[in-house]
Structure formats: structure tokens, C-alpha cells
């Protein structure tokens, strides 16, 4: 499979590893597995979610955007030295993040909201740095932005089926913990 095009292997793979595509096309008399592949196809049942998902895509998105305004309104008065609102995030409206000063500071208004219920986390992840990376990856140049990035991002709670209590009670826990840092 060496010899096919980037496009052809990827055809191949997403048919499950086989030539079904050449065969369609006349250009073999069977098909068979020629590589590594895979189902990726999904089930009715989450067709059925997403295309429902998809239906509503407006309504969710523009909950989302409220959301993701609510939180900027209100925390654009609290932030502290150091602290920043994530920025460009709302078009995609997938997130809502504050860049702590350092790492030590973000471990810290993490573990104060998730002692007070409140469900942040700091997932991302440097890919440079990551176990796949560090296999998979060829570092040409250092990504020191990315690096830093991922010891200071904290995600807030952001989805769709929030109460207003919940994102009051999120806003509320934040602006504590930066009034208690002063």
C-alpha cells in the first residue's frame, strides 16, 4: 500500500482496510484486505443524537454564546493581575477558559471550585510534550506558547442544559477565589 496517494490510503482505511473503492470503480475483479483500517461508521442510535444535535445547532450554539457572555460580563470586573478570559472562543462556543498567572495558581482556583461543586478542569493537553507526541511526532521547534499554555488554562463548566443558578453559583465561587487573592 505503500505506492497510493495520501487520499487512496485514507479510502482504504475507512473501508475497513479493503479495496472496496477500486472495486467499485472496475479496477479489481474482488476486493480484500490491502491495510490497516477500521469501522468508522456510526450507529443509528448516535446518527440519530447527532442529527438531532444538528437540527438544533442554532438554539444550542446561541445558549452556548449567552453563556460564554455572562461569564466574560461578570468576570471582566474580578479578574486579577495575571489572570486573562480565554479569547476566541466564541465563535466555536465549545469552551470558556481563564489563563491563570502560572501553573501553582491554576492548580489552585481548580482545587478551590471543585471543593465548592463547581466542575472545572485543565485538560488540554501540549502535543509536543504528549505521550502520542513524544512517540508519533517529530519536534522541528520547540512550542514554548503551547507548553506554557497547558499549565495555565482552567476550563468553567459550560454546557448547554446549565441553570442559571449553576452558572450564578460558578460566577459567584470564581469572583471569590480572586477577592480572596488580593
Not at 487520499?7 to 475483479?29: C, P, W, Y
Not at 519536534?139 to 442544559?161: A, T, Y
Request: hydrophobic share 40%; with cysteine; proline share 1%.
Amino acid at each position: 500500500m505503500k505506492d497510493l496517494g495520501i487520499s487512496d490510503r485514507a479510502r482504504v482505511m475507512i473501508e475497513k482496510g479493503t479495496n472496496r473503492h477500486s472495486f467499485e470503480l472496475g479496477q479489481v475483479s474482488k476486493y480484500s484486505w490491502v491495510d490497516k483500517g477500521g469501522s468508522f461508521l456510526l450507529a443509528e442510535v448516535n446518527s440519530a443524537i447527532l442529527l438531532a444535535q444538528l437540527e438544533n445547532f442554532i438554539h444550542i450554539q446561541r445558549i452556548r454564546r449567552q453563556i460564554i457572555d455572562t461569564y466574560k460580563g461578570s468576570l471582566s470586573y474580578h479578574i486579577r493581575d495575571g489572570w486573562s478570559i480565554l479569547e476566541g472562543t466564541e465563535k466555536a462556543a465549545h469552551m470558556f477558559g481563564l489563563l491563570a498567572p502560572n501553573q501553582l495558581e491554576r492548580f489552585n482556583l481548580l482545587n478551590f471550585l471543585n471543593e465548592q461543586g463547581i466542575k472545572a478542569v485543565s485538560h488540554y493537553e501540549d502535543l509536543a510534550t504528549s505521550a502520542a507526541g513524544l512517540k508519533y511526532g517529530r519536534i522541528i521547534q520547540k512550542c514554548e506558547v503551547s507548553k506554557e499554555f497547558s499549565l495555565r488554562i482552567v476550563r468553567i463548566p459550560l454546557f448547554v442544559e446549565m441553570k442559571e443558578w449553576q452558572i450564578t453559583q460558578a460566577l459567584e465561587k470564581i469572583c471569590h477565589f480572586m477577592r480572596s487573592k488580593i
